[in-house]
T-cell receptor, first 110, second 114 residues
Framework: RKEVEQDPGPFNVPEGATVAFNCTYS??????FFWYRQDCRKEPKLLMS???SGNEDGRFTAQLNRASQYISLLIRDSKLSDSATYLC???????????FGTGTRLKVLA | DAGVIQSPRHEVTEMGQEVTLRCKPI?????LFWYRQTMMRGLELLIY????????DSGMPEDRFSAKMPNASFSTLKIQPSEPRDSAVYFC????????????FGEGSRLTVL
């Protein structure tokens, strides 16, 4: 099993739709998690941190399911500007080894 | 505050040539990471440093790759000799070294080896 797995997509959704991505991880010792957003030909930038069961920031909600070892990212009322690749990364447990998922590509269509 | 600074932003070179990529982490950050990103393999961790010391270089693909961090404000990633399959975007990232801390990325160096 890969350390971090994501559906590469692309997820094509109309403006205003709600879309959710999952990310599964193998290291049960990971305590916190991050969602990064990466625009085409740009560097990844932090979107949201998840330290407990979940986090909400405006239209974005991240939820953590430790029993099943996955985190999800929910985007409500999708905007054209949400089109990007979303990468998840568990905080390394006991090391500094941040391993990223391959990312999920989202396209929001007008 | 200045972010992570990488140079060059773009490099085109011929197979067999030496390539040196440079990174200046955010001042005060104790950990530095080199990643490589390709369409096929995504974002791969090559090596990371803590307090200028290489901690894990298991992601370095071959002996042709080497990385150094001579001081807290500078790191290099060198490829010698370069090959076409090394073509990728190389990102440098840094963080404070605290457990669970956010990574801050530079804008990346886009390498093309002909």
């Amino acid at each position: 099993r890969k350390e971090v797995e994501q559906d590469p997509g692309p997820f094509n959704v109309p403006e205003g739709a709600t879309v959710a991505f999952n990310c599964t991880y193998s290291n049960s010792a990971s305590q916190s998690f991050f969602w990064y957003r990466q625009d085409c030909r740009k560097e990844p930038k932090l979107l949201m941190s998840v330290y407990s069961s979940g986090n909400e920031d405006g239209r974005f909600t991240a939820q953590l399911n430790r029993a099943s070892q996955y985190i999800s990212l929910l985007i409500r009322d999708s905007k054209l500007s949400d089109s990007a690749t979303y990468l998840c990364v568990p905080s390394p447990a006991g090391t500094y080894k941040y391993i990223f998922g391959t990312g999920t590509r989202l396209k929001v269509l007008a | 505050d200045a972010g992570v600074i990488q140079s060059p932003r773009h490099e085109v070179t011929e197979m067999g040539q030496e390539v040196t990529l440079r990174c200046k982490p955010i001042s005060g950050h104790n950990s530095l990471f080199w990643y490589r990103q390709t369409m096929m393999r995504g974002l791969e961790l090559l090596i990371y440093f803590n307090n200028n010391v290489p901690i894990d270089d298991s992601g370095m693909p071959e002996d042709r790759f080497s990385a150094k961090m001579p001081n807290a404000s500078f790191s290099t990633l060198k490829i010698q000799p370069s090959e076409p399959r090394d073509s990728a975007v190389y990102f440098c990232a840094s963080n404070t070294g605290e457990v669970g801390g956010e990574l801050f990325f530079g804008e990346g160096s886009r390498l093309t080896v002909l």
